[in-house]
């Protein structure tokens, strides 16, 4: 393991750690029609584009952590799904996709509806709350739109740290 | 294909699966865990210092920024002074900020000699929780436990949901979780204050199972009625808007403008002991009421 891989490792955990900070701290990221991004989840989908698939699936793992802490729901949740999604993600970004900005994009969107849908199922109608739909509508998709939106920022932001380090590792 | 299921990396996901799973079972809540209390360690001290940055933001950046083509030195020793007078600035709103929460706590604690309330402020609301949870800087260290009302000098705002030894988690009254026994001041009629998704965006609670001959009406104070060992009595809840027919049955509900807006606030008071507190509870909570 080169010294480069540390560092850039450790730049991505104290990166995941303040975007979750900003994500929950009140005030800090505006809130648009009353509802504000999940800024955790583009963060490590941005990672797993850049990096191999178990320290992918790892990142994964810690920024869900963090989502199952914050949000208060069972922990374990979230991560499990975003460290198999980041492992795929990976995977697909390294063999099948090439790593740009539009394939970012439309990997974004397609994991933060399945995580929406799997969230709204799992902590909304299951716990038997009445206006199922009404809130899928009005909060869950608008959480997952928003979400989406930040990629352009985890996507170039990421991309950037990964070349910078890359370049000095090679 | 067959490489990628028999790679080391295929067997850590599967074994990271199985240890999710497990963590999943072992904990229904993100609270009390091994995993949570570390998780809190690590975040809770970093949400304190964000959010004390947020909360000053604008008073920091009020007094930077002068001119530096002129008189260097001068200038430099001006922007030494600035900066110092800044965090003392910071210092004092803080100060002022402690000054007005401590002033209102030994407000509602002169008005409640049985209170035991402990101050806590907001560090954390995840964009997630479409009933307005939020997170507090208090934990079990300062005594709060699981179900004790959360308050400020308004009017309730909540109860704590899940606690930790550094933070807790707060259900607020918004929440379809929350049931609160409540009463009008003016009527004395009782009912019981709930929310669902629609009235929790407009941020109106409603007061259900009013009879068809109610006296309820605009204007109201509803309070808590103290029956359920949760909340104290006399809390105040808000005021009626107005009073309307139930969609699924016979009765009334008022709809009611809570005293707080619990989707906002920065600073509450955890009451952690009161008179009454408990009582009736524990054939209460196996319901899942609060």
Redesign the interface.
Do not use: C, K, W
């Given at each position: 393991m080169t010294k480069y891989r540390v560092v850039r490792w450790l730049a991505y955990i104290l990166e995941i750690?303040a975007v979750?900070?900003?994500?929950?701290?009140?005030?800090?990221?505006p809130a648009v029609f009353?509802?504000?991004?999940?800024a955790v989840v583009p963060t490590v989908l941005a990672i797993a584009m850049f990096e191999d698939?178990?320290p992918a699936?790892l990142f994964g793992?810690f920024g869900g952590?963090?989502f199952?802490?914050?949000?208060?729901?069972?922990?374990?949740?979230h991560?499990?799904i975003l460290?198999?999604v980041c492992?795929a993600v990976s995977?697909v970004a390294s063999d099948l996709f090439r790593t740009n900005f539009f394939t970012s994009l439309i990997l974004n969107t397609s994991v933060c509806l399945v995580l929406t849908i799997l969230?709204w199922a799992c902590f909304y109608v299951l716990p038997g709350?009445?206006?199922a739909g009404?809130?899928l509508a009005?909060?869950?998709l608008p959480?997952a739109l928003y979400t989406v939106a930040l990629t352009p920022i985890t996507y170039y932001f990421n991309r950037a740290l990964a070349m910078q380090i890359r370049e000095k590792e090679e | 294909m067959k490489d990628v299921f028999h790679s080391t990396g295929s067997k850590i996901l599967v074994a990271l699966v199985f240890a999710m799973i497990a963590l999943m079972l072992y904990t229904s809540n993100a609270s009390g865990s091994v995993t949570a209390k570390l998780f809190g360690y690590l975040t809770i001290p970093m949400q304190r210092v964000s959010t004390m940055v947020a909360n000053n933001a604008a008073v920091a950046a009020g007094g930077s920024g002068k001119s530096k083509d002129e008189l260097a030195a001068e200038n430099q020793k001006l922007q030494q002074q600035v900066d110092e007078l800044n965090k003392k600035l910071v210092n004092y709103y803080t100060y002022q900020q402690e000054n007005a929460q401590l002033r209102k706590f030994l407000e509602l604690k002169s008005q409640n000699p049985d209170f035991k309330p402990v101050a806590a402020a907001v560090v954390g609301r995840d964009p997630n929780n479409i009933f307005g949870q939020f997170t507090i800087d208090q934990g079990t260290q300062s005594g709060i436990k699981q179900n004790d009302p959360v308050v400020t000098e308004a009017g309730v705002v909540g109860w704590v949901s899940s606690v930790s030894s550094t933070y807790s988690k707060v259900t607020t009254i918004l929440s379809p979780d929350t049931k609160l026994s409540a009463v009008d001041k003016v009527t004395r009629e009782t009912g019981v204050i709930g929310c669902d998704a629609h009235s929790a965006d407009t941020g109106i609670l409603k007061l259900l199972y009013l009879s068809e001959g109610t006296k309820v009406t605009a204007g109201d104070l509803i309070v808590t009625s103290g029956i359920g060992g949760i909340y104290p009595r006399n809390l105040i809840v808000g005021t009626v808007k107005s009073v309307k027919h139930s969609d699924t049955d016979v009765s009334l509900y008022a709809e009611v403008s809570p005293a707080v807006s619990v989707k906002e606030v920065r600073d509450v008071m955890v009451i952690t002991s009161f008179q009454g507190q408990g009582e009736a509870l524990e054939s209460f909570s196996s319901s899942g009421g609060k």
């Open positions: 750690l979750f900070v900003l994500q929950e701290t009140p005030g800090l990221i009353g509802v504000r991004p999940v698939e178990n699936m793992l952590l963090l199952d802490f914050g949000f208060g729901s069972m922990l374990g949740f991560g499990l460290a198999v492992r995977h969230q709350y009445q206006d009404y809130a009005v909060h869950y959480i | -």
